[in-house]
């Protein structure tokens, strides 16, 4: 038996030390919401052996924690919700009192973005803020491999490591992807197209390529990812885009936290959280970014949390606080 545990261990040794997860892992489960949110698109648990995102190399991939399954409600179109009533009148000043209130007690920076894709309407916190990315970044990175290759033309180890790397968080898949976009250039490159200032990729030899995960980023840079994901103006065509979404909608159990906090029952969500011990401090950054509905673009981003389930429960925070200025459930 001893021998067993020593094998497991020198397997998760290496990027414990980098300051990422290793390669499946995923923050501590928890109890689901009440009001936990259907995906936008897809399926809740995964159904085939490629589905469930088994590596290449055979490791098993995790299976989903037992969070229960909701059925997925078909998504509404183009940043729209028709069964959401007339939205409240936006205080800006209102949402930063109670989220102070509620960040008083609370270690680190944090940054969050919501946008109403309907209405236009707009809140930023600490806008100024420039914050890493974490596993986030797999967002772009799978939107830049689909600008330069349709999803139908790529082979199928790429189309897997596309899957695992978004649904199950893959971080090597994430490495194999990043170095096929073209590394810290592409990446970049693909930031511009989408309209993002303030996202450019890490140039040089990061700790077992990890460059992706400590990108830095502002929320709002973030939001209109989220929004070319929905947008007819978007650099992605529409069929690009719902893949995304199909994949983005479907991330396993136990993944599924952060921004869906903030949905109304029955309301479908999209989304990509990132959660990274930093080196130099010990503390957890923990990132989500997603949208709601197809109508409502979020990111939360946070850094300092002493443990991932304090991040997570920061984002959670954050989101609901402010979605509620934005709609009544």
Same mark, same amino acid.
């Given at each position: 038996m001893w021998w067993r545990v020593f094998a497991a261990s020198a397997l998760v040794l290496p990027t414990s030390l980098y300051g990422l997860p290793p390669i499946h892992q995923r923050p501590p489960a928890r109890q689901p919401h009440t009001t936990r949110a259907a995906p936008l698109i897809g399926p809740t648990r995964p159904s085939t052996q490629e589905d469930r995102g088994t590596p290449p190399d055979g490791t098993q991939a995790p299976q989903p924690d037992g969070t229960r399954a909701i059925q997925a409600t078909p998504p509404p179109k183009e940043g729209t919700d028709a069964q959401e009533?007339?939205?409240?009148?936006?205080?800006?000043?209102?949402?930063?009192?109670?989220?102070?209130?509620?960040?008083?007690?609370?270690?680190?920076?944090?940054?969050?973005?919501?946008?109403?894709?309907?209405?236009?309407?707009?809140?930023?916190?600490?806008?100024?803020?420039?914050?890493?990315?974490?596993?986030?970044?797999?967002?772009? /990175?799978?939107?830049?491999?689909?600008?330069?290759t349709p999803w139908r033309k790529l082979d199928k180890a790429t189309r897997h490591d596309a899957d695992i790397m978004i649904r199950y968080s893959d971080n090597h898949a994430a490495d194999r992807l990043w170095t096929r976009i073209g590394g810290a250039a592409g990446f970049t490159k693909a930031a511009r197209k989408f309209g993002l200032r303030h996202t450019s990729g890490v140039a040089g030899d990061c700790l077992d390529l990890y460059c992706w995960g400590i990108t830095r980023t502002s929320a709002d840079d973030q939001v209109k990812l989220m929004n070319a994901l929905v947008s007819k103006k978007s650099p992605l065509p529409e069929k690009e885009r719902e893949r995304?979404?199909?994949?983005?909608?479907?991330?396993?159990?136990?993944?599924?936290?952060?921004?869906?906090?903030?949905?109304?029952?029955?309301?479908?969500?999209?989304?990509?959280?990132?959660?990274?011990?930093?080196?130099?401090?010990?503390?957890?950054?923990?990132?989500?970014?997603?949208?709601?509905?197809?109508?409502?673009?979020?990111?939360?981003?946070?850094?300092?949390?002493?443990?991932?389930?304090?991040? /997570?429960?920061?984002?959670?925070?954050v989101v609901t606080r402010i979605l509620r200025s934005f709609r009544k459930c």
């Open positions: 009533p007339k939205p409240p009148p936006l205080n800006p000043k209102t949402i930063t009192k109670r989220l102070n209130r509620y960040l008083a007690g609370r270690p680190g920076p944090v940054t969050a973005t919501v946008k109403d894709l309907a209405t236009g309407r707009v809140y930023r916190y600490h806008k100024g803020e420039r914050l890493i990315t974490a596993s986030t970044a797999k967002a772009l /990175i799978l939107m830049a491999l689909l600008r330069k995304v979404l199909k994949l983005m909608g479907a991330v396993i159990d136990g993944q599924n936290w952060g921004v869906s906090a903030g949905a109304c029952k029955g309301q479908g969500t999209a989304l990509k959280n990132g959660w990274l011990k930093r080196v130099s401090t010990k503390r957890w950054a923990v990132v989500s970014v997603g949208l709601i509905g197809r109508r409502y673009a979020v990111a939360v981003l946070t850094e300092g949390s002493p443990q991932v389930g304090d991040g /997570i429960a920061t984002v959670e925070g």
